[in-house]
């Protein structure tokens, strides 16, 4: 496939916003669709095990436990390795936070399998079923979007699949049963309370599951994995995969074994639910008992050069210098579910990274206008909130001292700064230490959730890495839903690691 030429970073129509035709995905929903909807209230209830864990203590780690106990017990190794047979020159695809199961999501598979054209397997990092990880919506999540991707998938959870005890994904990604119930928590305690509220698993239903499963059933499709965490030699490369709960750390047991897989001198890249790096901040998740994921993924003699995880939906790409090495963190999660916003990331000053090594997709800017253009809709005020993509990418440089990509001369109005401020762009830069309103994480908790639309441009994103001997080529394309889009799906952001850095 000849490279794309154009991107959000070189025109208005690369971004998608002068779509002509909306793309070919909309064939390939199922029939009957209910878009999700983080407003309403059933959504909320369903995905309560969040709060719960919040309040009354996280049961993940048992949890898990239990899930790797008896996968041990069924003669899993102790490694959890996935056994795989790719040459020393391959390709795989990563998508992060996938199975929203309406437009959005279906919006990145016609790119996805055109891209993935040739790929020996795909990652799905995080949140493959919303809103809970139920086994019963696998069918319509993950099965039908991904029937014509002719090789295997495999996944680690996030925190949604975790909502309904991992039994979804380990039933399809693990094909075992449910966990036998544990015992009952003590009377009055903060696990009583607990279970007094919490979501238990849903039953599978068998026929169809069975149904479903017919969808991914040919030979090259087939896909059995450990656990939920789990390592992969790749050709030259080792792929670790860990699974980060609810919460976002990791257990003691799983922290011994990623410290043993990751020795050696062998390159690898970490798979994770939550990104070390997001939204200018160092999140270095935990291990219980002590230490750090990022402290093994920065240690040289592990020698990681990447660190890919989902969670938040959008591209975010950290080059950071550790050593005389530069290991990239990156976020991927514009894999289906609603979007993030970039817009509320300040200028970019984190483990060394500037601005100017800082890469994310959608651009400040189009993520703005995207917003405004949904609060006019949603608010009916459309004449006051929406800004087009030059008028956000004004005041975002304003804002944030950061050049518009594709230039623009719009001037900065009262309105633009009113509607930019409103909707969670930073103050500038001097600015910040006087004004510290909670607004960003209101935003990605809040905010962007309700904010989900399922009609173009979209912002969807899924990477595509090729690898040598030599070299690691990692790039970001886009689904945006239009049509010329899905035929040519444009490059976001390309990098090359050199392996024996
Ligand atoms: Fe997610």
Known sequence: MPP?????RDSAAGAGWTCQEPGTYTSLLPSRVRDLSWTRPSTLWRA?????????????DDERARWVGEQLARGAGPDFAIERDDPDSFSFMVLGDTGEGDGSQYAVVPGFHRIGEGTRFAIIASDV?????????????FFRPYQGYHAPIYAVPGNHDWYDGLGGFMRVFCGVPPLSPDGRPKAFSAAWWRRLFW????????????????????????????????????GP???????TGIIGGIDADQGAWLRRVSQGPKPKILITGKPLYVDDESHPCPIAGGGTVDDIVRDPACNYVAAIGGDIHNYQRYPVRVGDRV?????????GAFMHATHTIPRVAVGGVTEEDFRCYPLRGDCLSFYSRLYGRRLRLRRFFELTEDDAAAVIARRLGIPPKRGTRAAVTWRARIVASLLGVPPRPHRRSRLRLPVRRIYQRFLSPMSDSNCPPLFKSFLRLDVTPERLRIRCFAATGCLEHELDPPIEDEITIHLNQ
Do not use: C
């Open 199 to 234: 979501k238990e698993p849903d039953v599978a239903d068998e026929g169809r599951l069975a149904a479903a499963e017919a969808l991914r059933a040919a030979p090259e499709q087939r896909a059995v994995q450990p656990g939920p965490y789990w390592v992969m030699d790749a």
């Open 327 to 335: 290991i990239e963190y990156i976020v991927s999660g514009g894999g």
């Open 48 to 60: 309560r095990n969040d709060v719960l864990a919040r309040w009354f203590g996280d049961p993940t």
């Open 129 to 141: 079923i919303y809103p809970t990880g139920s086994v019963n919506e696998y069918a319509t999540k």
């Open 4 to 8: 794309s030429s154009h991107s959000s």
């Open 237 to 243: 490369l080792r792929i670790v995969g860990i699974d």
